[in-house]
């Protein structure tokens, strides 16, 4: 039996609002429903949320709760994601990143595929994780992860390192 408790470090789980830390910097889950959860994302020290799904825009949800917001959709069709789509998603994350305190949620309807692999490239792309320790935190963290585009991830990425494995900006 899962407990009503706020999460606050890697692999805690909430029955308040559906969404797991992968560290203290980042987080993925579901939809965000209502006021409960956006009280439960700030009080895990959420600081910005990624929403990655198209069916919904929390925009509303968020209106002032001093959260830093962006709409990134994209359908979960099991098709390949845009590279547009990557970079947005981590341009956003990026910037979150370049101040201390920060800490991102990651998040779409039912934090299976979009979500979970936006989190995915975000351990990868800004925090310097290999594919399978990226892979292994995010379902410590979200068990029931699918990570449906963390392949689609990895094609982006090895287009932006080149064959040194460094960074090629993004435009």
Known sequence: MVESFVCVGP?????????????????????????????????ARVTHVLDCRAEFDDAQLLAGAGLTYLWDPTADDGLPKPDTWWSTGLTFATGAYSRLGTCVYAHCAAGINRGPSMAYGVLRACMGFPPDAARQLVLAGRPQ??????????RFWAGRTGSAGRLIPMP
Request: aromatic share 6%; proline share 0%.
């Open 11 to 43: 692999g805690a789980v909430t029955s308040v609002a559906d969404f797991g830390m992968i560290t203290a910097r980042l987080a993925t889950g579901a939809a965000i429903t209502g006021a409960a959860d956006v009280t439960a994302l700030v009080n």
């Open 145 to 154: 992860a699918g990570l449906a585009y963390a392949a689609d991830f990895d």
